[in-house]
């Protein structure tokens, strides 16, 4: 079996709420927070998995741990074989040559004080590689983008969303990187640019052999670009597998409330709509059993007292349910009595 580019194992990030002598005063005894609790997923090279949940559940929190941003509490996050949760940072650091991380919010992202060439040759000043041609990279990095030469010499603040959006991908394929992880790279987008953003992934993903790893809201950029997905809850994978069979026969109930949800569903989708109710559960104060119990609509008494384990639901496909939804001849589901 060859070792996939990017595997994490186990993954958990914890954040602490509030200061020692606050929580004190509060009478919190336990200020932290389980962001991500218990992650596992892997990426090969060429391979795009979407990780989709709603806000809150964790998503940029794993980003950020795979580049190192934050610290995982435990688990193993390893590049290409090499356990990165276990080098310090020197050691940690050429690894960022091979991940590049795309940010929320495209010009926001960018120093405005920078012209476009300065901010797309900026990684081979950081990384110590500046001693090349900087305007040749710079043009062969516009083009790579489908941005003319003459956006060199121009301001973020002079640059259209989708512009921009190009401009943070020019900057993040600078040092040849084998992993893009890009959170919520169409957000704000009009869906036009959303998709022409969308076929330069396809694109670059093709001729270079990219891995990505897509963070999203938004189901029909996972439908239309992502080889894989997983769906998060509370800092927890719910369900994970391949696109396709995700969209068409989800197992959990999130999932399938998630995919009914979405504004733009595909013609051919087989899933009634159903309305998600309630609010997401605090991260402070954990549901008991089954965390997704208190908004699902299949909810039966064990769910609310233990927690479902992971079930394999095909070669690649798992999800965590008590009852999980059947698939019927017609690819439509409901849940298992
Ligand atoms: N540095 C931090 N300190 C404390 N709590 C944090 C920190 N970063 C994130 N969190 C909390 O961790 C949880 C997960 O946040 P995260 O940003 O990973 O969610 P998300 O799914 O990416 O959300 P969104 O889609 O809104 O970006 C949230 O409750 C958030 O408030």
């Given at each position: ?7 994490v ?53 794993i ?179 391949p ?6 026969t ?23 709509r ?41 070669e ?22």
């Amino acid at each position: 079996m060859t070792t996939p580019l990017l595997k994490v194992d186990d993954l958990r990030v914890r954040f602490r709420t509030m200061g020692p002598l606050k929580a004190l005063a509060k009478g919190v005894p336990d200020p932290y927070i389980d962001a991500v609790c218990g992650v596992s997923f892997d990426i090969s090279e060429g391979e795009t998995l979407g990780l989709v949940g709603e806000s809150g559940s964790g998503k940029s929190t794993i980003a950020r741990a795979i580049m190192g941003l934050v610290p995982a509490e435990s688990g193993s996050v390893s590049f290409a074989g090499t356990d990165l949760t276990a080098l310090s940072p020197r050691r940690f650091a050429p690894y960022r040559r091979d991940m590049a991380m795309m940010f929320q919010d495209p010009v926001g992202s960018l120093s405005p004080r920078l012209t476009v060439r300065s901010l797309i040759t900026e990684p081979f000043r950081i990384h110590g590689t500046g001693d090349r041609d900087l305007d040749g990279e710079a043009r062969r990095l516009l083009k790579m983008v489908g941005l003319n030469e003459d956006f060199a010499r121009r301001f973020p603040h002079q640059l259209s969303g989708g512009q921009a959006r190009r401009v943070g991908v020019a900057r993040a394929l600078a040092l040849n990187p084998k992993l893009i992880i890009a959170d919520e790279p169409t957000a704000g987008l009009d869906v036009s640019v959303q998709g022409e953003i969308l076929n330069l992934f396809a694109r670059l993903q093709d001729e270079l052999g990219l891995a990505i790893l897509i963070i999203t809201h938004n189901l029909n950029v996972v439908r239309h670009i992502t080889d894989r997905m997983a769906i998060m809850y509370l800092g927890r994978f719910v369900e994970q597998g391949p696109t396709e069979e995700v969209f068409y026969t989800p197992r959990h109930p999130y999932t399938e409330a998630l995919l009914s949800a979405n504004p733009e569903p595909d013609p051919d989708a087989v899933l009634d709509r159903i309305a998600i109710s309630g609010e997401v559960p605090s991260l402070m104060n954990r549901p008991s059993g089954c965390e997704f119990h208190t908004r699902c609509l299949y909810a039966q008494a064990k769910c609310r007292t233990e927690a479902p384990a992971l079930t394999e639901a095909g070669e690649s496909h798992s999800f965590t349910c008590h009852y999980p939804l059947t698939v019927a001849h017609t690819g439509r589901t409901k849940a298992a009595s």
